[in-house]
């Protein structure tokens, strides 16, 4: 069974900071492809950024420049440092995780407990 626990998140100010993290656990065997969604009051889920195959991150348009996801991969770790944060950024932030290998343990797809950001202006 594989589980993603987040951590970080809050309140702050428009311009401010927040850090979130996310770890995995579950089957030692697995890699774990790591990536940051965020769903606001009233709006579908949404994507903000994850690694590409070339190990670099990619983001969503609307964070690009003032996110930066960062992986420990000894940890199963990633992390999604928010800066200059702004009011549309207020939402529950989640973690996903897609694990893959071998065993046929290493599939589907799960997600964090959520965390809430709130930027207020």
């Known amino acids: 069974q594989v589980q993603l626990v987040q951590s970080g998140g809050g309140s702050v100010q428009v311009g401010g900071s927040l850090r979130l993290s996310c770890a995995a656990s579950g089957y030692t065997y697995c890699g774990y492809d790591m990536s940051w969604y965020r769903q606001a009051p009233g709006k579908e889920r949404e994507f903000v950024a994850r690694?590409?195959?070339?190990?670099?991150?990619s983001y969503a348009d609307s964070v690009k420049g003032r996110f930066t996801i960062s992986q420990d991969n000894a940890k199963n770790t990633v992390s999604l440092q928010m800066n200059r944060l702004k009011p549309e950024d207020t939402a529950i932030y989640y973690c996903?995780?897609?694990?893959?290998?071998?065993?046929?343990?290493?599939?589907?797809?799960?997600w964090g407990q959520g965390t809430q950001v709130t930027v207020s202006s």
């Open positions: 690694f590409d195959t070339d190990g670099r991150g």
């Open positions: 996903k995780t897609d694990p893959y290998g071998g065993s046929a343990d290493c599939r589907g797809s799960y």
